[in-house]
């Protein structure tokens, strides 16, 4: 079992939907990172978390420590937000590594 | 502010040959790293510059060499390329010393090792 779960894997939308990608960890972490990869392109940082609640524009983050738990939300969501959300989460006690989770697939359709 | 760049973004080498991937951030970040990003299989951590004038290994540093050349600067060099080395490079900085703050990532150096 990966330390880090991303669900869903892929994901297709019809454009303005609430989105929802969560996020379950195993292990003790930091921090958690949400980040963004467009086909083709390079990583974009969208939130580091490491409790409560962050938003910025239309998307909002969230982590429950006591759950092991987090999710990023985008709201009204357009076809320039596909792309790979990727969860990352920095190790407890080992502050240079990401443990990695394997990404979500985000379409949204016009 | 350019963030962080990296060059080259293309990169064809034939089996043996050696070269240097260069990365530069000018936000005044104490740490930087180079990742790997191979299909299905996320993104894996080469070495890490912690601070300036220190280097260290991540995950999958074999045949691989790192300098830390000054604060802005973390160059990668592969000194004889093998086709597995074909990947996707990803240099990142944050600002404080480890990822317990924001990662900034440049955009990418695509190599193919033939």
């Known amino acids: ?110 | 502010n350019a963030g962080v760049t990296q060059t080259p973004k293309f990169q064809v080498l034939k089996t043996g040959q050696s070269m240097t991937l260069q990365c530069a951030q000018d936000m005044n970040h104490n740490s930087m790293y180079w990742y790997r990003q191979d299909p299905g299989m996320g993104l894996r951590l080469i070495y890490y510059s912690a601070s300036e004038g220190t280097t260290d290994k991540g995950e999958v540093p074999n045949g691989y060499n790192v300098s830390r050349l000054n604060k802005r600067e973390f160059s990668l060099r592969l000194e004889s390329a093998a086709p597995s080395q074909t990947s996707v490079y990803f240099c990142a900085s944050s600002v404080l010393s480890g990822l317990n703050t924001e990662a900034f990532f440049g955009q990418g150096t695509r190599l193919t090792v033939v």
């Not at chain 1, 962050?54 to 709201?75: C, D, M, P, V």
């Not at chain 1, 990352?88 to 990695?100: D, H």
Request: aromatic residues 6%; proline residues 4%.
């Open chain 1, 1 to 110: 079992k990966n330390e880090v779960e991303q669900s869903p894997q892929n994901l297709t939308a019809q454009e303005g939907e609430f989105i929802t990608i969560n996020c379950s960890y195993s292990v003790g972490i930091s921090a958690l990172h949400w980040l963004q990869q467009h086909p083709g392109g390079g990583i974009v940082s969208l939130f580091m978390l490491s409790s409560g609640k962050k938003k910025h524009g239309r998307l909002i983050a969230t982590i429950n420590i006591q759950e092991k738990h987090s999710s990023l939300h985008i709201t009204a969501s357009h076809p320039r937000d596909s792309a790979v959300y990727i969860c990352a989460a920095t190790r407890s006690g080992s502050n240079y590594q990401l443990i990695w989770g394997a990404g979500t697939k985000l379409i949204i359709k016009p």
